[in-house]
């Protein structure tokens, strides 16, 4: 009930028991729900007797005439009553508010973690990062891309190289390792290189740094192919767990402080979102042979333009 109601409560026009405030008046369902109708569909009612029946709950549906006349009587505006567009638009209004705040309390937190975390302990970890990214997998590959059994032990050698190049992964007991690379995430890394390096106008992978698609530099692209690697193991164990948020708060950092970039406090959950998705979107395809044949034409493209 909501708070501005007192217990029990009746509707104004048929005394039934009112659930709230609807359109400028205290009313029932049944009478909100009528009246709403009437005003969408510009109804027009006669009255079988004298146009004063007695509207209560029992006899409310015999004279649908007076029924409204005693909505309007005791306030019910129709100015009120929205048409279907306009019920879309407040629908739409309305979660869009709440996708709004659920992101901003989401900021809020990350943005928090981002202050508490002083940058003399996360720049050190991204460094690593981006150093053993540069050695790893941002590197030409010596590998025949035309055959597709060496192309992808290639890229499953490529991302545990990367992964044993910083200090978290040597913290984290067999188990976890095991877990984190059972998962294929070599495919994920390396189709985000795909992703990075696609013109979708000209249809062509580029090298140009103002090209690419997802607009994130070398240092960004680096600490999102680790949130790869390391989302495998997310809601896993405390270990894992700890380094996820590190790597989430580096890269609010990076995007936050990317002078390239205009300021946006949500941007950071948005390409967080977006990893996210194409994480997902990779995972469904795995059982198919689209990702390892994505992975060799891209292999063969950036052969090609080197």
Not at 144 to 168: C, G, K, V
Request: glycine residues 4%; positive net charge; aromatic residues 6%.
């Amino acid at each position: 009930m909501p708070s501005y109601m007192e217990k029990g409560q009746l509707c104004v026009v048929c005394n039934d028991d009112a659930t709230g405030l609807h359109y400028k008046a205290i009313t029932c369902e049944g009478c909100k729900g009528f009246f709403r109708r009437t005003v969408q569909k510009q109804m027009k009612y006669q009255c079988r007797d004298s146009k004063n029946c007695d509207i209560n709950k029992n006899t409310r549906n015999v004279c649908q005439y007076c029924r409204y006349l005693k909505c309007i009587a005791n306030g019910m505006a129709p100015e009120l009553v929205l048409n279907d567009s306009e019920r879309r638009a407040h629908r739409e209004l309305i979660q869009e508010n709440r996708g709004r705040r659920q992101c901003e309390k989401a900021m809020a937190r990350l943005n928090a973690e981002r202050h508490a975390v002083a940058p003399e302990v996360w720049q050190p970890f991204v460094r690593q990062i981006s150093s053993g990214y540069a050695k790893h997998i941002d590197s030409p590959q010596q590998v025949d891309a035309a055959n597709l059994s060496s192309l992808m032990e290639n890229a499953l050698r490529r991302t545990i190289n990367f992964a044993q190049s910083f200090a978290p992964f040597h913290q984290l007991s067999f188990e976890e390792k095991r877990r984190l690379l059972v998962c294929d995430p070599y495919v994920e890394i390396e189709l985000l290189q795909l992703a990075n390096q696609y013109d979708s106008v000209d249809k062509c992978f580029v090298v140009d740094e103002h090209s690419r698609v997802l607009k994130l530099n070398d240092v960004q692209l680096a600490v999102v192919s680790a949130i790869l690697l390391f989302a495998k193991g997310a809601g896993e164990s405390e270990g894992l767990d700890r380094i996820n948020r590190a790597l989430a708060v580096a890269l609010q950092n990076l995007l936050t402080d990317d002078p390239n970039r205009s300021p946006d406090v949500r941007l950071g959950q948005k390409v967080t979102n977006v990893v996210a998705r194409f994480n997902a979107f990779v995972h469904e395809h795995k059982r198919t042979n689209l990702a390892q044949l994505a992975l060799q034409h891209f292999a063969l493209a950036r052969a090609t333009a080197n």
